[in-house]
Every structure is written in C-alpha cells, then in structure tokens.
C-alpha cells in the first residue's frame, strides 16, 4: 500500500508552489483568508503532472480573477490553482476563436470582432476569465457560454488531459457539470459571420449600459443570486427594502441591488452575512428563496478570531496576511492569467 504524501508535490520544474499565498490580493472582492497551497503551473501537461502525484483526498479549487467568489477569511484548504499569462492566449482559425482559459473575456470578444466573427460580443461585459466563464456557464443579453462553446480542454482531478465537447458540461443556468478540482485549460468557440464594425458597435453599447447599470468600479462578486424561474432578483431584493442596507464595510450596492459591495475594509464574513440578511429579508416579504450565484469557498473563521481575540486560524498554514492584515485596496484586475 503507498503512503499519501505528507506535503503536496513542490515547485519544479513547469510548476510554481507557494504556502500560505494571499487570495485577497487578486479576488475582486479583495477578502478572504489565503490559500493553503496556490499552484501555477507554466503548462496544462505540467497540471496534470502535479495532481496525478497529489493526495487524491486533497481537494483542488481552480480560481480565475474571483469576479464570481467569496473566498472565507479563514482561507481556502487544499490546493488552489491559478493560471499564468502564458494560458492566456487567443487565437482565431476556420471562423472559430481558441482560448487559453487564462484569458479575460474581453479579449475573447475582441479577438472575434476582430476577426468578423458574431454572438461572442456577451462577453465583453463579463469581467471574468475563460475557464470561469466555461465553469459558470457565464452570460448576458439573453446568450451564454452553452451558446458559443464547442469544446474545452479539462485536466481532470486525477491528472489526465481530455477534450470535452460542450455537451458534456452539461449546462444550465449559471452552472456546468464540471466535476470538484478539474480544471479547464482552453476552449474552442464559434459564433456566425458578421461585420467587425457592426459587432464592435454592439461590444460598445454593451460596455456603455454596464457602466451606466453596474458597480464596475467596486469591489464586488458580480451577480449575488441566480435570478429565480419569472423573476429579477434585484427587483425581489428592491421590493424587500435591502438597496444600500450595510454590514460593517459590506454594502448592497445602490446601483444595482443585486451586487454586494466591498466599501473598503469589509471580511468576507460581513460580505455572506449581509446576503443570508438580504435571503431572509426577500423570504420573508416576497416567499421566494433566493439562490447564491456567487461561489463561496473555504473556511469561515468565528469573528473573535477576525477581530484578532486571541486563536489561530483553521488552516494548518498560518494566515500570515490575516483578516486583519489584508492587503490595501490595489487596482482592479483587468487582464486574466499571472505573469
Ligand atoms: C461587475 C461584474 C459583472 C458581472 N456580470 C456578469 C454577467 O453579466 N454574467 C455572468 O454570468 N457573470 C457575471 N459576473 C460574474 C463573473 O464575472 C463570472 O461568473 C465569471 O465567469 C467568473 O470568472 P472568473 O474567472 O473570475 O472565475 P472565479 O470567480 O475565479 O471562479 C468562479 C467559479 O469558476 C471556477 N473556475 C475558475 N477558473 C476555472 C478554471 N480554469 N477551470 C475550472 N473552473 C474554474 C471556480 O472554481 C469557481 O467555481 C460579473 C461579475 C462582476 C464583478
């Protein structure tokens, strides 16, 4: 019988691997605990080499730029792996777009405009990467990812490299079939012939509403609840009485009410308290359950230990930039993948 290592794979050659590494200052919630081991591989086959040789109990969280994620203040256990620049790449051949998964949706929509390719143009306002987008069957204006994908590439948790045709993420609303710990490295996408200008002049209409309806500017998680069966969950959230309602640092947003707010110095903690108030407020004045469409991940840390009363966190490495310690509020992440 083997031994389960102790420790997870280190660095070498292809891969990056780093204790204790801050989330926060790349989440654009900008909170959150550390991840207990964050892993950048420089290439999918390096991937998948690194978690064939990991603990198959360690769990494995792939993140993009966390435009879709409440990471817990007590940090994110296992493994957690981050895509460098170099699986950023776009790239159009045969009227159909291939990206690394690293790559920001802007750069996918631009890149088929570019190339007179249409029904891509939803993803410019989508501030998130391809391998996010892929997971959480991303969309705007009535399309989303099932409509464009062909294929993706996934290194699985057990560390094979496969092509998954886009029937077999078996997409619904906001959600895949994409199983815990696998990873999607690069996707194939088409769209239909059309008129670079015509299909920038749509990027730009969509660009220009989003700023006019949304907290771009903010640090926040996106959409917070999946918009239940004939109904805007802003609207349900409005009627409720929650627009502008604060937690500590944590707001809904004033603009649109469907978007939490990190006003400065929240926790992730104030972030999901603040919208489990926001559920319990539309139960109880509508009847209807909202649905997080936000991922929450890791640990959650009792706030006497946020509030730094004394014990340690829950991770066995040790939260050296802390709740408290979070990192100041930096500019926003606008391109996807690391250098
Ligand atoms: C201002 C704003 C506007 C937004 N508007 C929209 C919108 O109109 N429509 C919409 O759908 N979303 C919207 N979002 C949410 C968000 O941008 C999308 O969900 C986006 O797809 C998340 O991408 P990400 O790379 O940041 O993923 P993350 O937030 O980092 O992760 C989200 C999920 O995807 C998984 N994941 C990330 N990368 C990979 C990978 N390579 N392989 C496998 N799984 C992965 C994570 O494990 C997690 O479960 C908005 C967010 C913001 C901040």
């Not at 998948?48 to 817990?72: C, E, F, H, K, Q």
């Not at 660009?207 to 004939?230: C, D, H, I, V, Y």
């Not at 966190?313 to 802390?322: H, V, Y």
Request: include cysteine; aromatic fraction near 4%.
């Amino acid at each position: 019988m083997s031994v389960p290592p102790l420790t997870p794979p280190a660095s070498g050659r292809g891969i990056k691997v780093e204790a204790g590494a801050s989330l926060a200052a790349f989440i654009w919630f900008r909170t959150g605990g550390p991840a207990e081991t964050l892993v950048r591989p420089d290439t999918a086959t390096d991937l998948a080499a690194y978690l064939r040789d990991l603990d198959p109990s360690t769990p494995v969280l792939p993140v993009g730029v966390g435009s879709n994620l409440i990471v817990r203040d007590g940090g994110v256990p296992g493994v957690v792996v981050r895509l460098p620049k170099a699986m950023a790449k776009v790239s159009v051949q045969d009227g159909r777009v291939r990206a690394g998964a690293g790559a920001m949706g802007i750069t996918v929509a631009s890149a088929a405009r570019d190339a007179g390719i249409a029904g891509l143009e939803f993803l410019r306002g989508i501030p998130g990467t391809v391998g996010g987008a892929v997971r959480m069957n991303a969309g705007a204006y009535g399309r989303d990812v099932s409509d464009i994908l062909i294929e993706a590439t996934v290194v699985t948790r057990e560390g094979s490299v496969e092509t998954w045709p886009a029937a077999r993420f078996g997409y619904v609303y906001r959600h895949s079939d994409l199983p815990a710990g696998a990873v999607v490295v690069e996707a194939v996408f088409s769209g239909t012939p059309g008129e670079p200008s015509v299909i920038g002049a749509e990027m730009d209409r969509i660009a220009a509403e989003r700023e006019a309806s949304q907290p771009l500017r903010s640090r926040t998680g996106g959409s917070t609840f999946k918009n239940p069966e004939g109904h805007k969950a802003w609207a349900l959230i409005d009627a409720a009485g929650c627009r502008g309602l604060t937690r500590g640092d944590a707001q809904v947003s004033e603009k649109h009410c469907n978007f939490l707010l990190n006003l400065g110095s929240a926790s992730s903690a104030e972030i999901e308290a603040l919208g489990e108030e926001v559920r319990d407020k539309v139960k109880a004045h509508s009847g209807v359950a909202l649905e997080w469409e936000i991922q929450r991940v890791g640990i959650s840390l009792p706030s006497r230990m946020r509030e730094g009363a004394g014990g340690g966190p829950a991770l066995s490495t040790s939260d050296a930039a802390g709740d408290g310690g979070r990192p100041p509020l930096g500019p926003l992440p606008h391109a996807g993948g690391e250098a």
